[in-house]
């Protein structure tokens, strides 16, 4: 155990999240994902895994050490539902607030059509499978800065 760390955090995760730089994208992804296969075509080339949380807890978890991009409108991003691209799921619905609560006001997410997320995981630097079971748990997060010390 570390001090100041969310214990949800593996070592695994955390080496993959230090490790991204300014732009990287990290995919947070439910269990119907197919996170092995995207995951392998990666930066990370593994696939990585917080089980037994929910993609609310798992964002939580890595949004209290990941600073999300301030200069792009795509700093997060939700699977759109095929055929509802507007509806936003109960599961969307969680993360969003995890969003909120970690940039301490309002961002939303943009939607990101089904087989384009799947484009966009590939392009990813690392695949982070959870255990949610709604459909429609999967997100992508954009790595920002930490600005130095004024």
Do not use: W
């Amino acid at each position: 155990m570390l001090k100041g760390l969310d214990p949800r955090l593996t070592a695994d995760v955390l080496y993959a999240l230090r490790a991204m730089g300014h732009g990287d994208m990290l995919i947070l992804a439910d269990s119907n994902f197919p996170a092995e296969s995207l995951a392998r075509q990666t930066v990370v080339g593994d696939l990585l895994r917080m089980d037994n949380l929910t993609s609310a807890q798992a964002a939580e978890a890595v949004l209290s050490v990941l600073p999300l991009d301030t200069f792009v409108d795509d700093f997060a991003a939700r699977m759109e539902i095929v055929g509802k691209p507007d509806e936003i799921a109960p599961v969307q619905a969680e993360v969003q607030a995890m969003i909120d609560a970690a940039e301490g006001k309002s961002r939303p997410m943009i939607g990101i059509e089904r087989f384009a997320f799947y484009e966009v995981a590939k392009q990813a630097f690392a695949v982070i499978q959870t255990g949610e079971r709604r459909f429609y748990g999967c997100f992508m997060f954009r790595k920002g800065v930490i600005a130095p010390d004024a």
